[in-house]
C-alpha cells in the first residue's frame, strides 16, 4: 500500500469547481493532455513532443515541501464535469507578489474554467500576495480575455521563451493589486 502525502496548499471552491492540489493520480491525465500540442504551444514549460519523465518531475515538484510554486487541479467532478479540467498555478516571487499561470483542457476551452479559476486564486488570495502578475502570448487572445475579465491591468510587452516552440515568443503582461 502507498499512502500520499498531503501537502500544505488549501483546496479552493469556486461555483463549478475544485482547486486541488496535483496527486499523482493525475499522472495519466498531465500525460495525456499536457502532450498536446495545442495546449503544450500556449505554455512556457511544457516541451512538445513530451518526454518520458516529464509528468513525474512536475508531480514530485509539485509535492515538494519547499516549492516556489503551488499548482492546482481544476476538478469539476463535484458537479458533474469532468476530473481533470486543467491547471492553474501561482508561482511565489519576492515581495509579496506570485506569477498566474493556467491552461485548459482543449474539450472545455472558451467555457470560462480558466477565468473561474482565477478569480478563486484572487479571491481566496492563497500567498497573501499584494500583486499578481501574469503574461500571455501574444496569440492567444482568450488567455489575454481570462486575465481582463478577472481585473488584471495591462502592463505591456515583452518576450519570453517557450520550449514547445524553440523559439523566443511575444507576450502580454498584466498585473493585478490585490491590496487596495
Known amino acids: 500500500m502507498k499512502i ?12 463549478r469547481m475544485t482547486l ?16 498536446d500540442e495545442r495546449v503544450a504551444r500556449m505554455t512556457r514549460t511544457i516541451p512538445h513532443p513530451l518526454p518520458p519523465g516529464a509528468v513525474d518531475t512536475l508531480i514530485s515538484r509539485s ?7 503551488d499548482m492546482w487541479v481544476m476538478d469539476g467532478s463535484a458537479t458533474g464535469l469532468g476530473e481533470f479540467l486543467g491547471l492553474v498555478a501561482l508561482e511565489r ?15 472545455f476551452w472558451n467555457a470560462g474554467f480558466a477565468s473561474e479559476a ?3 486564486l484572487i479571491d481566496t488570495n492563497p500567498h497573501a500576495d499584494k500583486t499578481m502578475f501574469a503574461s500571455v502570448f501574444q496569440d492567444n487572445p482568450a488567455s489575454a480575455r481570462v486575465l481582463t475579465n478577472a481585473g488584471f491591468q495591462y502592463l ?25
Do not use: C, H
Open 4 to 15: 500520499e502525502a498531503i501537502i500544505n496548499q488549501p483546496v479552493v471552491e469556486t461555483d
Open 156 to 180: 505591456g510587452d515583452a518576450e519570453t521563451f517557450s520550449v514547445a516552440r524553440g523559439s523566443t515568443v511575444p507576450t502580454w503582461t498584466y498585473l493585478k493589486r490585490l491590496d487596495d
Open 118 to 120: 482565477v478569480r478563486g
Open 93 to 107: 516571487m519576492d515581495r509579496n507578489q506570485s506569477e498566474v499561470g493556467f491552461w485548459v483542457v482543449p474539450a
Open 63 to 69: 509535492l515538494d515541501e519547499s516549492r516556489a510554486e
Open 20 to 35: 486541488r492540489a496535483i496527486r499523482r493520480s493525475d499522472a495519466g491525465n498531465l500525460e495525456l493532455f499536457g502532450s
